[in-house]
């Protein structure tokens, strides 16, 4: 049970460059996110999605774009980088069924370094 | 406007004291709160909840007490292990729980 694989786990981008955050859940999770964290910041909310084809912004989604196609994949695309994405971005998923909340899986990390 | 808010940035304590972290929230909506644990190089892992509907909530050594009247909750590990050393976030959800909103984290450091 691999649950939560994000790729790549580094990642130095020059300004201007896209690319495309890949997350990949296994447990049959409805709900998918993506957070950044930042010293001092916490963890804030980039996009979300409530299931497949259905996306939503989160607190700071300006400079990234999501897709929902599968249940299984959430990736995350920076459109153009900029040095202020310079951060850890975390994907993670949870179930949507009943029961106690427990909470979201969380991937492992990507940190990407924007210069 | 930071809705979760934990205003100590750092705590150290003993091995086998008790460590207190705590939480304050502003937005009464929210009806779920969780504490998660992270060391360097991971991603946060669940640790415990709360519903809105109860005032404490207990799992083992961790211990989560909430306050709706302040909107406050904390969350006591007792004893404190060497290997609870980390960064500890609080996290509170509204209605469905698709989207969770953290605190800025607490580190912790348990010493020998």
């Known amino acids: 049970n691999a649950g939560v694989t994000q790729t790549p786990k580094f990642q130095v981008l020059k300004t201007g460059q896209s690319m495309t955050l890949q997350c990949a859940q296994d447990m049959n999770h409805e709900y998918m996110s993506w957070y950044r964290q930042d010293p001092g910041m916490g963890l804030r909310l980039i996009h979300y999605?409530?299931?497949?084809?259905?996306?939503d912004q989160g607190e700071v989604p300006n400079g990234y774009n999501v897709s929902r196609s599968t249940t299984e994949d959430f990736p995350l695309r920076l459109l153009s980088a900029a040095p202020s994405q310079t951060s850890v971005y975390f994907c993670a998923s949870s179930y949507s069924g009943g029961g106690p909340f427990r909470g979201y899986t969380f991937g492992s990390g990507t940190r990407l370094t924007v210069v | 406007d930071q809705q979760v808010k934990q205003n100590s940035p750092s705590l150290s304590v003993q091995e086998g004291r008790i460590s207190i972290l705590n939480c304050d929230y502003t937005n009464s909506m929210f009806d779920y709160f969780l504490w998660y644990k992270k060391y360097p190089a991971e991603g946060p892992t669940f640790l415990i909840s709360?519903?809105?509907?109860?005032d404490k909530n207990e799992d083992g050594r961790f211990t989560v007490f909430l306050n709706k009247s302040a909107k406050h909750l904390s969350l006591h590990i007792v004893p404190s292990q060497p290997g609870d050393s980390a960064v500890y976030f609080c996290a509170a959800s509204t209605g469905t729980a698709s989207k969770l909103t953290f605190g800025t984290g607490t580190r912790l450091q348990v010493t020998l």
């Open positions: 999605s409530v299931g497949a084809g259905i996306t």
């Open positions: 709360i519903s809105s509907i109860k």
